[in-house]
């Protein structure tokens, strides 16, 4: 045992000394280290910019710059409906639209929201039961920002008017802000119907619908009038909606959104086990065949034995593999735990499974034994080449069957599919472990968990015996290129 722990504290620090291992290390934590602040500056939370010209009699522009509004603070108050919600604070407004959660918000709740002081009262009483635990609320940015008419462009007159919206559109000056949408309603609107949108770029959808909706109300509220209607009635007629009732679960609670939640870790880990065995095995794989070309194979034989220094090199890289998921799992609960807002409460119920003994220890068994037994490969590879290029001719093979299925798996639970596929996945004992750790999210027969662990245990029984003999008999045999034959003859051969 102690020759086995010397050569593993050498394979150890060979890998560890590599500047490679230290880039891929730190490769994760400096991603959730700058993402969060390039998403930041690369994010355009910048409000659209859009003039009205309303050569009509204000009206339209009035009706439209009241129902942009009335739009933002519907989003206000359905962020702030979901934010009380998600974090139970509901009894701060009693009788209040934004502590209600079973229906689409109507003018008359954006109404009695904006009457009731918005989101300043409205905050100001959840902050007089919100734990301090509890983020800050974060209210969105405005979709839409509406400017008054420059007067050179409420003076043109209808053939000059796209020469004078084009400084504004444009704007030579590059510090100048542009005006993103620009929209004219002639004097006869009442009676054409007709309307003009100039723009810099291509409109959004939303906006369009959004001008389409309010120019559509203005004309059959003006037509109702001309039908003899009262104004407040013809007003009121326009603005008639239903009040739907809309039913949804909470955040993280509907079933395949809770599903992919709670499938986050597992197939994290899953993803981690691959990306470590890849690297850890492919370093171990270069250290052996450096060791095998530059002779110095025979010199450390002749201080400890091959089952030894299998053993050793197999636990020195079993613990550089657990190091680099270790690093990066704590990197991503730190980050989750250091995150405020929407990220956090979606990674919540992601570390849920942690709060079970029975699925850190399913977690901890399938990563060590299956990187035990995927790491046999790499050795027994190491044992029989020469050179690199030797040896990536036998680990393309063995990487193409892990790296295929397991792309094929995770893809299939997260869309909740799989059945018999998976299920013989979960058998296979080269997939066992990539499958187990993807299915137990998405969950996974106690049976099948225990069978497939038993399973996986003798499979890698048989490997150390196997490619054992193997990595043994290869060992001194240099300058040969074996055939299957030989592979399997050294397979079979016994020891003295």
Not at 116 to 144: E, H, T, W
Not at 433 to 446: C, K, M, Q
Not at 469 to 489: D, E, N, W, Y
């Amino acid at each position: 045992m102690k020759n086995i722990l010397i050569v593993a504290a050498r394979e150890f620090k060979q890998i560890t000394a590599m500047r490679s291992f230290w880039l891929t290390l730190l490769i994760l934590p400096l991603a959730l280290s700058f993402g969060p602040l390039a998403g930041k500056f690369l994010k355009d939370d910048a409000a659209s910019r859009l003039m009205i010209v309303d050569r009509s009699g204000g009206g339209v522009a009035a009706a439209l710059t009241a129902r942009i509004d009335d739009d933002h603070q519907r989003d206000v108050l359905g962020r702030l409906s979901r934010y009380v919600r998600r974090h139970d604070l509901a009894a701060a407004g009693r009788g209040q639209p934004w502590a209600e959660h079973d229906r689409y918000y109507t003018d008359a709740d954006v109404a009695a929201f904006k009457a009731a002081g918005g989101l300043p009262a409205a905050l100001k009483a959840i902050d007089r039961v919100k734990p301090d635990s509890v983020p800050d609320f974060k209210a969105p940015n405005a979709d839409y920002q509406v400017m008054p008419a420059a007067p050179a462009l409420a003076a043109a007159a209808p053939p000059d008017l796209d020469r004078a919206a084009e400084p504004l559109l444009r704007p030579a000056d590059k510090n100048a802000k542009a005006v993103d949408t620009i929209l004219v309603i002639p004097a006869d609107f009442a009676l054409t119907g007709q309307a003009r949108l100039l723009a810099n770029s291509d409109p959004s959808p939303r906006l369009m619908g959004l001008v389409q909706e309010v120019l559509t109300r203005q004309l059959r509220t003006g037509f109702l009038e001309g039908q003899g209607l009262s104004a407040q009635a013809a007003t009121a007629a326009g603005q008639i909606a239903p009040a739907l009732s809309v039913a949804t679960p909470p955040p993280g609670g509907g079933l395949k959104e809770a599903m992919v939640v709670r499938s986050i870790l597992p197939l994290g880990v899953c993803y981690l086990l691959m990306m470590s065995l890849m690297l850890s095995g492919s370093w171990m794989l270069q250290g052996s065949v450096e060791e095998r070309g530059n002779k110095l194979i025979e010199t450390v034989l002749a201080c400890v034995s091959p089952e030894e220094l299998m053993y050793g090199k197999l636990i020195g890289t079993v613990a550089v593999g657990m190091l680099m998921i270790a690093v990066w799992i704590l990197c991503g609960v730190v980050a989750a735990t250091a995150t405020q807002g929407a990220i956090a409460d979606f990674i919540r119920p992601a570390v849920a499974p942690l709060r079970s003994p029975g699925t850190i220890a399913t977690i901890l068994f399938f990563l060590v034994v299956g990187y035990v037994s995927i790491s046999l490969f790499f050795l027994a590879i190491g044992a029989m080449t020469d050179s690199m290029r030797e040896a990536q001719g036998y680990l393309m093979p063995v990487m193409l069957a892990l790296i295929l299925p397991v792309t094929v798996l995770i893809q299939a639970v997260l869309s909740g599919q799989g059945g018999v596929a998976l299920t013989v996945l979960t058998f296979v004992p080269i997939w066992t472990p990539f499958t187990v750790l993807a299915r137990l999210g998405s969950g996974i027969p106690t049976w099948q968990v225990l069978v497939a662990g038993a399973l996986l245990l003798a499979w890698t029984a048989l490997q150390l015996v196997m490619l054992g003999r193997l990595f043994r008999q290869s060992l001194l045999a240099t300058g040969q290129k074996p055939s299957l034959r030989t592979v399997i003859a050294r397979m079979r051969a016994r020891g003295e």
